[in-house]
């Protein structure tokens, strides 16, 4: 059954301009991230996005999607996890960073 882990993160809105320009931290580091985690045991998918719709800030999240719980916790411990990914290349502190675990509605047999 698999897994989403989500990193979210909020920056102030008049810093959206870090998003989506070529050379932009933010954007180096969702390209880091495809690059790597495709190599990853029981890695499916992952998506980066980024909020329109909060006034005064923008709300960063990177959803990665894994096979299994085992995987999942293999990836966590690496030094390819996402938070670790983000607060090295992307000069996010720790105390923004927020991760959340779900498991896909229906997918239990």
Do not use: C
């Amino acid at each position: 059954m698999p897994y989403i882990y989500e990193v979210s993160f909020d920056i102030p809105a008049e810093k959206a301009r870090l998003i989506n320009r070529v050379g932009a931290d933010l954007d180096r580091v969702v390209a880091y991230l495809r690059a790597l985690l495709p190599d990853s045991e029981g890695y499916w998918e992952s998506r980066a996005m980024y909020s329109l719709d909060i006034p005064g800030i923008v709300r960063v999240k990177y959803l990665s999607v894994w096979q299994d719980w085992h995987t999942l916790e293999d990836h966590r411990r690496s030094a390819w996890a996402e938070e670790k990914v983000f607060e090295h290349f992307g000069n996010i502190q720790p105390e923004n960073l927020e991760m959340h675990i779900y498991e896909e509605v229906g997918s239990r047999q």
